[in-house]
């Protein structure tokens, strides 16, 4: 068996490539994910005051679209900072400690998002399918012990994967393929231990993505039949545009996610994984208030008749 005491502790910092560019690039791309990062904090932080200062919005859709919001805040958070730095100041070393803090809360926040989502469409399916059992099936009681049993589920799988990962030994060249530490870049630099750390991260994957994704798909069968059986052209609409906005959402959340994550770290490209990373990290979080919100006519009552208020 070969010895690995050698390496052990021999890496106490990575270095995170970002997207190795000219310079005339790298500031443009600054800029660019500098706006980006503003907007998303921007039009969340909105969101989270809009529900929880309008009373008219008090309701578990947007309780769980609030949580969602600041969800999606400390996502972007967690990993775009970082890549503002690589960007203007190519401060591209990150400790070994700092790293693992930052995948901890990246994939503590994927796994609740995943939670929260599945959270989203059983509150559609209770409003489309069982429409008189709403008020006290969606209860505040029963909304805060979702709201907190989707945190607590992506903080518990968070800790166990960050575990196992923590406890590989580092013995490569230290530089990781990415903007951020995540998973698969980081086991790449692992010489021992490796094997493990994959089979715990595969087989919790699958179950925090494949699980509240067939809950998702049983719920959107459930209301798709419901929907159909509803007499009217104008009905079907009405209670297909109710839920059309989060399945846009799941559409997007989930294929990329799936792609990423649900299959062996071996079988991934790194250069093309960034350019997908992107899409989840941070497109993902600039359209979904957009999906959500400004498609909503109760929101965009709610905005219009501040700005008339505010105007006046």
């Not at 995948?103 to 609740?112: N, P, S």
């Not at 012990?145 to 994967?161: Q, R, Y």
């Amino acid at each position: 068996m070969e010895d690995y005491s050698n390496f052990s502790g021999s890496i106490t910092a990575f270095t995170l490539l970002g997207f190795p560019t000219s310079r005339p690039v790298q500031i443009l791309l600054f800029f660019i994910f500098f706006v980006i990062y503003f907007l998303i904090l921007a039009e969340n932080l909105i969101i989270i005051i809009l529900i929880w200062t309008t009373s008219k919005l008090h309701k578990p859709m947007y309780f769980f679209l609030g949580h969602l919001a600041f969800v999606e805040m400390w996502y972007v958070t967690v990993t775009v900072p970082k890549l503002l730095a690589i960007f203007v100041a190519e401060s591209k070393r990150i400790s070994v400690t700092t790293c693992m803090v930052q995948l901890y809360f990246f994939i503590a926040l994927v796994c609740t998002e995943c939670v929260l989502l599945t959270v989203m469409a059983f509150d559609r399916y209770v409003a489309i399918c069982n429409p008189l059992h709403y008020v006290t099936t969606m209860d505040w009681n029963s909304c805060m012990l979702m709201a907190l049993s989707s945190w607590l589920i992506g903080f518990i799988i968070s800790v166990i994967k960050t575990y196992y990962i923590s406890h590989v030994t580092f013995c490569h060249s230290g530089v990781i393929n990415h903007f951020y530490c995540d998973i698969s870049p980081v086991l790449n630099l692992a010489c021992a231990y490796r094997e493990l750390a994959e089979l715990v991260d595969f087989i919790l994957a699958l179950f925090i993505l494949l699980v509240p994704l067939l809950l998702t798909v049983i719920s959107y069968t459930f209301i798709l039949i419901t929907i159909l059986s509803i007499p009217t052209a104008s009905g079907r609409k009405k209670a297909f545009s109710t839920c059309a906005s989060h399945l846009v959402v799941v559409v997007i959340f989930y294929g990329a996610t799936l792609f990423m994550y649900a299959r062996p770290s071996r079988a991934k490209s790194e250069d093309y994984n960034k350019l997908i990373s992107v899409i989840y990290t941070v497109i993902t979080p600039l359209l979904n208030p957009i999906i959500y919100c400004l498609r909503n006519k109760e929101v965009q009552e709610i905005i219009w008749n501040l700005t008339l208020f505010k105007h006046d």
